[in-house]
């Protein structure tokens, strides 16, 4: 098999399951975390409660920064569950993307890199990071391949000038849209919500284990998960309602012109 297939093929399965498998990485990083805390001090619990998770947590959020300045700034890129059924309407090249061709994967391995920190192993820190470069590589790669195949030359100038993870000495050009609040809470509800209920989830269990008892205690990471439930909550429930009276006014609409069709 040509080295093109080799990539293409693989980022093509990948990424009709980008959503799933980083859920093996959290179960992974579970397994990795537990025996660390088993035998953990007291003293040493209290470092990693009051100052090493929050380190943790701001590698994570700068990947979620990252994120969201991708897709408040920008129009979709690229939609579709699958290479064979993705659409988008423009090459962007503005903004991030005038840094970066993949700021979405480099926030996710800010994210990922703070969840795996928070197992104090650095064999799974390298494990991870290895694992993210072959995963996202193969990702970038089917996702180029698309744009390639559907921008040409515009795509290669692009991609000539703009590194493809790591920024580089490129010229940042200003983003031809103005940041998008809604575009951000529509894509980014979901990630607010599965950074908080892992960081909730890893506290509660190293302090169970600490204390060799089931406890929830009621502290920012409890709070934090709170209020990002609710706002997910909040945005299911508004994105329904919008639904509902679009659906309502295309049924009313609908209904007129059958009426004006029938009374000519």
Not at 133 to 145: D, F, P
Request: charged letters at 15%; glycine letters at 6%.
């Amino acid at each position: 098999m040509a080295l093109q297939e080799e990539f293409e093929t693989p980022g093509n399965y990948l990424f009709r399951y980008r959503y799933v498998l980083p859920f093996y990485f959290l179960f992974l990083s579970a397994i990795a975390y537990i025996p660390r805390i088993v035998d953990i001090s007291e003293k040493e619990w209290a470092f990693y409660n009051h100052f090493y998770f929050y380190i943790c947590l701001a590698v994570t959020l700068t990947g979620f920064g990252i994120r969201i300045y991708a897709n408040g700034c920008t129009p979709d890129k690229i939609v579709g569950d699958n290479i064979n059924s993705m659409t988008t309407d423009e090459l962007n090249t503005s903004g991030i993307y005038s840094l970066i061709r993949h700021p979405l994967y480099l926030g996710n391995f800010f994210i990922g890199s703070g969840i795996a920190l928070l197992a104090q192993n650095i064999w799974f820190l390298l494990a991870f990071i290895f694992m993210h470069w072959v995963y996202s590589e193969r990702l970038m790669y089917a996702e180029e391949q698309f744009l390639r195949n559907k921008f040409g030359k515009a795509f290669l100038r692009w991609g000539q000038r703009t590194p493809a993870f790591i920024p580089g000495r490129t010229k940042f050009i200003k983003p031809g849209v103005r940041f998008d609040i809604r575009s951000v809470l529509k894509k980014e509800k979901i990630t607010q919500l599965l950074i908080f209920s892992v960081y909730f989830i890893f506290y509660t269990i190293g302090l169970s284990v600490n204390l060799r008892k089931i406890y929830v205690q009621f502290n920012f990471w409890f709070y934090a998960l709170t209020f990002s439930l609710v706002v997910y909550l909040l945005l299911i429930v508004f994105g329904k309602n919008k639904f509902n009276d679009t659906a309502s006014e295309g049924a009313k609409l609908f209904t007129m012109t059958m009426k004006t069709n029938n009374s000519d």
